[in-house]
């Protein structure tokens, strides 16, 4: 798989370039093969890619300067966060300067009046709500990963709470850019809504740095809940449990979380968490309201996974068991790696209009059945996405080809039914195929218009969610 | 007032031109003045500038036709929908191609299991509910004006429930969009959310037709809540009444609409609707959920009102009740108009933190002192969002520029606390000044190259959100 990258489109600095990123960065410009290595690797099934060189800027006037002399030399230019990707987005396959944003990591203004936080893109969604402790407010998207908010905010993350609270594109109130030439510009104002002028905040988030990069995010904010429970349902089949998020969601019940996971996936986080859950596809759901609030959305979801043969519906009201059990939920990623100690995973993520979700979930697993390799589905199912994680031998091209191929298959199932290729892993070098059979070739190239317009010699993350060239 | 527009813009079809959109839209294709003076109209302030011509299309395909030849003959082309723009969105200040879409006014298709609909872009707001009347659904995004969704989607409107709901921007699944070539494109899936490239959604909502023309439109809709209850409270000044709020939102309750009404504007509905409202600083809430929701709901805004001074705090339960009190609040911009008759309204629409809401408004109450016209204030205070109706002598260049000085310093104001210079309205030709201080120079040159890119020839709606040379 080593081949997979085209080493002729790698660009690099002059030695000039070199002279003058040491003149601004110092000793936080470096190239040792160590240090690059790391920043040439993802959760993604490609191999190392490392960079020339990387830089740790430490606000966004250092950004800019990086930005300025890499469009002055033509030269890639990629933001690196928590290194989370699952479809390649950080890796510098044509060559040049990483930015790491670690030390770009400072909340820089919490403002609870409003409900909003602002802070640098290096800051963590864990270190988020750490600031807001005390402040009776939090931040409620959750990809799993303790992931980068600028890593977020780029590929328009979501994860479980979002059926409930939205995705990165609802919950990015600002952004702070920096542009090819190298100017810093505020998207947006920090007012909740706005008709003035395009919409240049939506159309940085989702963008995976290839239109310039974002050096501040402002986040919308939450009032904690005054009560929070979960609850678990065991069923028959996937499809009743699918059946049941449906008509549920119908009931207009704001539910916070609802989680799908197949019989292999709580198979794999008991052993991974020592957690004791019957082995049958489930859901997980979490209630956010009034005390009387969640008792009434817990009664509704308890009878209508009753009609679906849901059964063994269990609370967990401590705060403990909560935090176990969705803890175990967040592990399933590395829990399903265990399923086979060296493997890679290699992750899909379509997400279809919820009356398909049904089909698409049951006509995948029938897919799977031809699979040599293990592979788990969870899914944020109130949003109709889901995940397949399959477990391939990474020296083994018949398996990552037949992996692909399954994935393939998938995506155009969920394209055919009125679906998306990517509900919220983002496009990276992964789903660049995809894209024409979801947004049509004129579609396409209306983003292509804007990437040639916004970075004219192609150094913001080149390679990454649509080709240069048509 | 007649000299605003500058009429040298003005690009007319040549007779080639003409014949051939004869030829596609036979008496479909229509030069009369009375109804070219219709298409010159809208409710802002500025003075009648009809079309050269106004074609009725009935589907995508005539859209694009349109366009290609307008494209063809750099001629301009302003879609039109219900004519309810306050800033002169659809006056074809360079002349060319109106485009009426009276005759796109079809729902295509109502998806309840994924709560979705889709619509041609002629169809309104309240046609809209009346399609969804039996199934337990609706579509809550209210600007007040039976405005069509197409404008809505153009101008990201919003209104009343968007405390709750979102605006057009959270709103808006996807759409079908004519380009500059005469491509019809889908800017996403039907899918609730995606990470699938630039969010094409987005750019589109809000461009007030400046970019492509909306041809389709996939709404999000929400199920009727079981229970609805409105409540009116009076308060001793405008900053009581503001302050609630701003302690109601931190309570996380999930009120469906906070609305303020100043003295002057309760006098002006009581009048238009023959309501005995005490005439008073008031806010106005509306409670969706269960029956136990809204009552806990409704307990949570009692409480705190009365902190702030508030009193006669009186429910609507029944339904008649409630539809007579918020009819009134919908009439209050014609309301205020007959406070002079033959007046023009000039209204502002600026949007804050919440926590600079109090200031804004006292300061904004503290300019008008001044005014020698009517006028009254009225606020989506859930969002920070108010407007100011000013009515105006249209023959009276002193009030005119009295006006707009006020609107001037309140924009400025608006933008100095971290707000905007329209929540809800759009830009149109009124707020184009204001952009370069919200966004910065860096960032209108940002939209600046979008326009270029999508629009080549500046054909789509010229003359709006942003002047074509920087």
């Known amino acids: 798989m080593s081949s997979v990258f085209d080493t002729t489109r790698r660009r690099s600095l002059p030695p000039q370039g070199v002279a003058e990123f040491k003149e ?7 190239t040792s093969g160590a240090v690059c290595a790391h920043y040439g690797r ?35 230019i990629v933001p690196f966060g928590a290194g989370s990707s699952l479809e390649g987005h950080v890796l510098p396959i044509e060559g040049g300067i990483t930015l790491s944003m670690t030390e770009m990591n400072q909340i820089i203004a919490v403002q609870p009046e409003d409900f909003t936080i602002t802070v640098q893109p290096g800051v963590t969604r864990t270190q988020v709500n750490d600031a807001l402790r005390d402040t009776g ?14 890593g977020m905010a780029a590929t328009r993350a979501s994860g479980t709470n979002a059926v409930r609270y939205g995705t990165m594109r609802e919950n990015v109130v600002s952004l702070k850019v920096v542009t090819a030439n190298g100017e810093v510009i505020r998207t947006s104002s920090r007012a909740r809504k ?79 968490s020592r957690l004791e859950l019957a082995e049958t596809p489930l859901l997980l759901f979490e209630f956010h309201g009034s005390a009387g609030g969640v008792r009434e959305q817990a009664e509704v979801v308890r009878e209508i996974t009753r009609d679906h043969g849901g059964s063994g519906f269990t609370w967990a009201e401590n705060p403990e068991d909560r935090a176990r059990l969705w803890a175990a939920r967040h592990q399933s990623h590395f829990a399903g790696l265990q399923l086979r100690p060296g493997a890679r995973s290699v992750a899909t993520d379509v997400c279809v209009p919820i009356s398909k979700l049904v ?12 699979a040599e390799f293990p592979f788990t589905i969870v899914g944020h199912v109130g949003d109709g996405n889901f995940h397949v994680q399959m477990l391939i031998d990474p020296d083994s091209r018949k398996e990552w080809q037949a992996a692909e191929a399954i994935n393939h298959r998938l995506v155009h199932r ?48 080149p390679g990454k969610v649509l080709a240069w060239d048509a």
Chains 1, 2 share one sequence.
């Open 24 to 30: 601004i960065f110092g000793t936080r410009f470096v």
């Open 137 to 150: 407010l939090f931040f409620p998207i959750d990809p799993g990963a303790d992931a980068s908010i600028g």
């Open 414 to 461: 969920a394209i055919g039914m009125e679906g998306t290729c990517s509900g919220e892993h983002g496009v990276g070098i992964h789903k660049i195929e995809f894209l024409k059979a979801e947004h049509g070739v004129a579609g396409v190239e209306l983003m292509r218009l804007l990437k040639h317009a916004y970075d004219p010699y192609n150094i913001f993350n």
């Open 42 to 76: 993802d959760e993604s099934p490609y191999p190392e890619c490392p960079p020339d060189a990387v830089v740790f800027p430490r606000d966004a006037d250092e950004v800019a300067q990086a930005v300025r002399l890499c469009n002055q030399y033509r030269v890639p």
């Open 359 to 370: 089909d698409c979930v049951t006509q995948t697993v029938e897919d799977l059945k031809s």
């Open 194 to 272: 706005s008709s003035a002028g395009y919409d240049l905040t939506r159309l940085f988030v989702g963008s995976e740095g290839t239109l310039g990069v974002i050096v501040e995010v402002t986040l919308r904010i939450y009032p904690r809940p005054e009560a929070v429970t979960a609850a678990v349902c065991n069923f028959p089949t996937l499809a009743d449990a699918v059946r049941s998020v449906v008509e549920i969601m119908q009931t207009g019940t704001a539910i916070a979380r609802i989680e799908f996971m197949d019989e292999r996936a709580v198979g794999a986080v008991n052993r991974h």
